[in-house]
T-cell receptor, first 112, second 116 residues
Framework: LAKTTQPISMDSYEGQEVNITCSHN???????ITWYQQFPSQGPRFIIQGYKTKVTNEVASLFIPADRKSSTLSLPRVSLSDTAVYYC?????????????FGQGTTLQVKP | EPEVTQTPSHQVTQMGQEVILRCVPI?????FYWYRQILGQKVEFLVSFYNNEISEKSEIFDDQFSVERPDGSNFTLKIRSTKLEDSAMYFC??????????????FGSGTRLTVV
């Protein structure tokens, strides 16, 4: 399973766009990149998943360059309720059992 | 939106007692999981379950732990003799299909287990 590196914390203000970048140099050919969000005392929540180029849904966009060694989660116009921990996960596609390996994640603090 | 439901939300137990944490996965999901998160630490994988058997377990999931799907809807985690270090949030999750494709998990809100 590919190791991921992402910033431990980020601060932003309401209304700003937030970009969180994750490095995954050892990503395997068949691996997908998945991002989860976790609020305090709640379970992680699936945000977005991609394989290459760009994926967009109603919550976020995911940008993946051609070499796939990194990815960027983009949250448009954040609000206070976007304060959470964001996890980048890579490689569970390589596991037949679907095990997820969570890192420390990026704690995003949105300020008024 | 379909949810994974966990009960109880909070359980306090004495060291050495058995606890059963309960989960109702999303009805058409086939893959089930337990994770735990000790306060201030990472979310850790415990076990995955498919087709009525364990497909993978971590080193945390020792002989004190067991899982069961006693009927078509519930998925339980049993800790036979709790230790202080078992205190954590326990999350159940389920997924629709083989998670090698474009499917994320759905996690429950967790059970906070406190061992005293």
């Amino acid at each position: 399973l590919a190791k991921t590196t992402q910033p431990i914390s980020m601060d932003s203000y309401e209304g700003q766009e937030v970009n969180i970048t994750c490095s995954h140099n050892n990503i395997a050919t068949n691996d997908y990149i998945t991002w989860y969000q976790q609020f305090p005392s709640q379970g992680p929540r699936f945000i977005i998943q991609g394989y290459k180029t760009k994926v967009t849904n109603e919550v976020a966009s995911l940008f993946i360059p051609a070499d796939r060694k990194s990815s960027t989660l983009s949250l448009p116009r954040v609000s206070l309720s976007d304060t959470a921990v964001y996890y980048c996960l890579v490689g569970y596609a390589s596991s037949n059992t679907g095990k997820l390996i969570f890192g420390q994640g990026t704690t995003l603090q949105v300020k008024p | 939106e379909p949810e994974v439901t966990q009960t109880p939300s909070h359980q306090v137990t004495q060291m050495g007692q058995e606890v059963i944490l309960r989960c109702v996965p999303i009805s058409n999901h086939l893959y089930f999981y337990w994770y735990r998160q000790i306060l201030g630490q990472k979310v850790e994988f415990l076990v995955s379950f498919y087709n009525n058997e364990i497909s993978e377990k971590s080193e945390i999931f020792d002989d004190q732990f067991s899982v069961e799907r006693p009927d078509g809807s519930n998925f339980t985690l049993k800790i036979r003799s709790t230790k202080l270090e078992d205190s954590a949030m326990y999350f159940c999750a389920s997924s629709e299909d083989n998670p090698s494709a474009n499917y994320g998990y759905t996690f429950g809100s967790g059970t906070r287990l406190t061992v005293v």
